[in-house]
């Protein structure tokens, strides 16, 4: 149906000749409008039958990606610019054909943003597909992901420029270089989080679910989303904090994930003995104790630690608190456990505990080293030994 079709169609109605040519026109635009719409459904409606029916049986991440980034609804979206198009040169003649190159320009600038669309709803569904992977969590491709879209949306720019002022995209590119040293400051952040995620992606440096530690930014938590110019942390209170890239590059930070890996979390408490109760003990109070705590008998007890009588209750303990890591089931045997003292201080003489507890997750490991340190407190009696504590005495009433 042309624009003569519906003019001549018009003059038997009675109008006058120029209200005719201007209701031709509308009439036309209308019916281009419900065409574009009937092509844009109808393409909808053969695309969505035919995923249905091909991705019914593919895997998840699959049907997610193609589904869930909209790329099938986006490429529907091409129908109706092609129906406008080919009817420009058909509609706008004559007196109206002044009009064919700005309306085919603005055709030309959809065009071009639509299928910027598409290609970035593609590079969705390659990051959607990627997250499924086994790698995603050590690799994020995120970053790359988000520098593919700038670059798609920096074309069409570009494109819809060179559209505009009829020249050719190469003829814009020439001139680029001038404008180099204003986009460095314009996208400084995105270009130094660029770098910085390459860098963490290639070195491995972070992944998603590590925990991390950056005291310069008060961060202390596990990673959400590594993005392109933001690292998304989740504290452990709670807390959201949107940390720049570059910092983990500028800054040193510690990563938790290889205790996590090496499944082993290492316990560090000190027991403060006050010096005044140790002594040595006699024969007969050091064998009930090596019986009672070491199922030994006293000759091959002091064999066994390269020992000679006398033996001090303080060294006694040290050797029992190292028996008890040696064999409690929760403390790694094949990583570093010992009980060692440590220097003097006016708070008493520490005992440290040193050793690898095989839970990681936090409040269990808490929970197995408390029990250590308990345990080790409850004994500290029957070896003759009184722990250190500040006696805070109250001061005697004036009044009295």
């Known amino acids: 149906m042309d624009l003569e079709f519906v003019t001549a169609w018009l003059n038997k109605t009675g109008f006058e000749q120029g209200v005719i040519e201007h209701l031709a026109i509308a009439i036309n635009i209308v019916l281009i409008v419900l065409a574009s719409y009937v092509a844009y459904a109808v393409s909808r409606f053969f695309i969505d039958l035919a995923i249905h029916r091909l991705l019914n049986k593919a895997p998840e991440r699959w049907y997610n990606a193609l589904v869930n980034s909209g790329f099938f609804k986006r490429c529907a979206n091409l129908a109706p610019v092609l129906v406008i198009n080919a009817f420009i040169p058909v509609i706008f003649v004559e007196r109206f054909e002044t009009w064919q190159d700005p309306l085919q320009t603005a055709v030309s600038i959809y065009l071009t943003w639509i299928i910027t669309s598409i290609l970035t709803a593609l590079a969705n569904v390659v990051h959607i597909a990627y997250e499924y ?7 994020p491709i995120t970053g790359v992901i988000q520098v593919i879209k700038l670059i798609l949306v ?20 020439s001139g680029f270089g001038a404008m180099t040293a204003i986009l460095m400051v314009v996208f400084r952040d995105t270009l130094m989080g660029f770098v910085a995620g390459v860098q963490l992606a290639t070195n ?4 998603i679910d590590d925990w991390i530690q950056v005291p310069d930014s008060n961060v202390d938590g596990v990673i959400k989303e590594v993005g392109l110019i933001t690292l998304k942390v989740e504290n452990w209170d709670k807390t959201t904090v949107y940390l720049p890239t570059y910092v983990l590059i500028h800054q040193s930070f510690k990563n938790w994930q290889g205790m996590i890996n090496a499944g082993g979390r290492r316990m560090m408490r000190s027991i ?17 104790l090596v019986d009672t705590y070491f199922s030994q008998d006293l000759k091959s007890w002091l064999e066994q630690n390269e020992l000679s009588c006398p033996v001090s209750n303080l060294t006694a303990f040290r050797l029992y608190a190292e028996h008890y890591l040696a064999n409690h089931p929760k403390v790694r045997q094949d990583m570093t456990h010992m009980a060692r003292l440590l220097q003097p201080t006016p708070a008493g003489l520490p005992l440290e505990i040193y050793a690898f507890c095989e839970e990681t997750q936090w409040t269990q490991y808490e929970a197995i080293q408390s029990a250590i ?3 080790l407190y409850s004994v500290l009696p029957e070896f003759g030994l009184k722990h250190y504590q500040y006696l805070n005495k109250a001061l005697p009433d004036a009044g009295k």
């Open 204 to 207: 491995r440096m972070v992944a």
């Open 154 to 173: 920096l074309m069409a720019i570009l494109i819809t420029v060179a559209i505009i002022m009829n020249k050719s995209p190469m003829y814009l590119l």
């Open 373 to 375: 340190v308990e345990h």
């Open 133 to 139: 992977s086994s790698k995603a969590k050590e690799v």
């Open 272 to 288: 403060m003995i006050d010096l005044d109760s140790t002594s040595q003990l006699n024969d007969e109070k050091l064998t009930a």
